[in-house]
């Protein structure tokens, strides 16, 4: 009996373990990955490709949100984790920072949304505004901010002079996606639990210092439908 205990004693203290910043990891990889999809599907399904396309080769950078989830009933609110990819002089896209988008509204709503986003960034002036900690879409009236394709207000020619052009594709209830409002948080943590270590959004986005290989499929994909 005695022999038994410590052999499971031993084979307990032989399992692998689990730290919090590696389960924290694999969620901001998790998230990283469904990024990669999003792309792919906003680049080439669909009948404003071309025009996603467009914009993503002429963009400074690409905020990319999987998944944003509204529902509402008079009360509503909005919610949903994005990354943050900055493209370099030579066309190289760096690795992600992240944030979260959030908002909340009151009015006649009835129904839910779920919707997978991409906003081009397309200028410097969008950029420095869209990397402070908090961001609040249609906030600053200096920025030019539009929103184009099938169910969205705005048209790609009042977006060509736009800082910011968000590009969406969403199910549900809502005819579409309006994203004004909306609060953009930067997450530090998440950022600290990919890296492995602290980092501002502008030393991920702008300076390129952090790299994680888990992000090289969506940088790679940016690559492919983004290549200027």
Known sequence: MFRGMMLAIGLLFSLPVVS????????????????????????????????????????????????????????GGE????????????GSWSSPAFYGLG????????????AMVAMMIMTDRGLQAIMDSQFKIGADASLVFATVGGGIQGSTTAAAGADIVAIAKSRGLFAGVSLSGSVLSYRPNSARAYYGRDHAARQIVVAMEAHNPGSDPLRAMLLRYGAR
């Open 103 to 114: 908002s909340g509204s009151i009015g006649l709503q009835i129904g839910v949304q779920d």
């Open 79 to 90: 919610g949903g984790s994005c990354v943050l990819v900055g493209r370099d002089g030579a």
């Open 20 to 75: 919090l910043p590696a389960v924290a990891q694999q969620e901001e990889q998790a998230l990283v990955d469904r990024a990669t999809l999003a792309v792919q599907e906003l680049m080439s399904t669909g009948d404003m490709t071309a025009d996603a396309i467009g914009f993503l080769q002429r963009a400074r950078a690409v905020m990319v949100c999987p998944r944003v989830f509204r529902a509402g009933f008079i009360l």
